[in-house]
């Protein structure tokens, strides 16, 4: 996802994760080459803060989304990698003023990596956590650049989702007007 179990960022600390961090942290200035956070890690891909975007993509800039990952089920053991058939995963809640503008512009972001020139390959990568790898136009690799060479990793479905609601809530206006 680009951050430790714990929330500090790779950009920040690749190595291990931090006690104390703080959110304030660029991957241009930062980390430009994708040797801390790769490039298609969700955390850059869904909040590429400073990275340079494709205006024609992103004409808007970044969308602002509140967001929160809320855990369920138990943990995995320490080591196992194969389904034990628990059920357990991550309930998404996102708050934002404008659906079309902001969530499905990132899940547009997350399904194709074009939106910035960062992104290379002959075909665009995908989020390397949500990406479709059924989508036949992106590339289904995740790539880690290295200084001693990159490494690509294939990646499996890692994601499947079990449903989607959509909760309208009123605007701040609307809440004042019905005070008056």
């Keep these: 996802m680009g951050r430790w179990r714990n929330g500090t960022p790779l950009t920040l600390s690749p190595n291990q994760p931090l006690q104390n961090f703080s959110n304030d942290f660029a991957y241009q200035t930062q980390d430009p080459q994708g040797q801390k956070c790769p490039f298609s890690a ?7 803060r400073d990275q340079p975007l494709n205006s024609v993509l992103a004409p808007e800039g970044v969308p602002s989304v509140i967001r929160r990952g809320i855990p369920y089920g138990p943990e995995m053991a320490p080591g196992q990698t194969t389904d034990d ?8 809640v996102f708050l934002c003023s ?3 503008r902001q969530f499905y512009t990132l899940t547009h972001w997350v399904a194709e ?3 910035s ?22 590339s289904h690799s995740l790539l880690i650049p290295q200084a001693n060479g ?20 009123p605007s701040i206006s609307a809440l004042q007007a019905l005070t008056r």
Excluded: C, W, Y
């Design 42 to 48: 969700h955390i850059r891909v869904t909040n590429p």
């Design 85 to 92: 058939g628990i059920d357990r995963g991550i309930l998404g």
């Design 98 to 100: 404008n659906i079309r």
């Design 113 to 115: 990596n074009s939106f």
């Design 117 to 138: 020139p960062v992104f290379k390959g002959e075909k665009p990568p995908q989020d390397a956590l949500f990406g479709n790898r059924t989508n036949s136009a992106t």
């Design 150 to 169: 990159d490494v690509t990793l294939g990646l499996p479905d890692l994601v499947h989702t079990k449903g989607t609601a959509f909760f309208l809530l």
